[in-house]
């Protein structure tokens, strides 16, 4: 439902940093908390770091003070601004959307998820 366009992945040295730029329309970036997920090979997917539409960012703790996500309304995007890179950060990443739904007529609600197709980040020892 939610279109997810992610940029600014590569290849970077060991204590670098990169930027991620996800672009969505104006209803995704106003009605959804916005995020990032990563992959790595032969793991699952976690949670990186989140935005919502109205509060403060969360991070995952393997994170937490080195990437930092920000909104950017007048691009209708979100940004990872991820610092201090390590090799264990090496993933694919996926942006996120997410906003809580209305799924019958006893206002039960069911979380809905979309994902941009993942753009891989690799950081070199």
């Known amino acids: 439902q939610v279109q997810l366009v992610e940029s600014g992945g590569g290849v970077v040295q060991s204590g670098g940093s990169l930027r991620l730029s996800c672009a969505t329309s104006?209803?995704?970036?106003?009605?959804?908390?916005l995020g990032w997920y990563r992959q790595a090979p032969g793991k699952q997917r976690e949670f990186v770091a989140k935005?919502?539409?109205?509060?403060?960012?969360t991070y995952a703790d393997s994170v937490s003070g080195r990437f930092t996500i920000s909104r950017d309304k007048a691009k209708n995007s979100v940004h990872l601004q991820m610092n201090s890179l390590k090799p264990e950060d090496t993933a694919v990443y996926y942006c996120n959307a997410n906003r809580p739904v209305v799924t019958n007529s006893r206002g039960d609600l069911e979380v809905i998820h979309s994902w941009g197709q993942g753009i891989q980040v690799t950081v070199s020892s």
């Open positions: 935005i919502p539409v109205w509060g403060r960012p």
């Open positions: 104006r209803s995704g970036f106003s009605m959804n908390t």
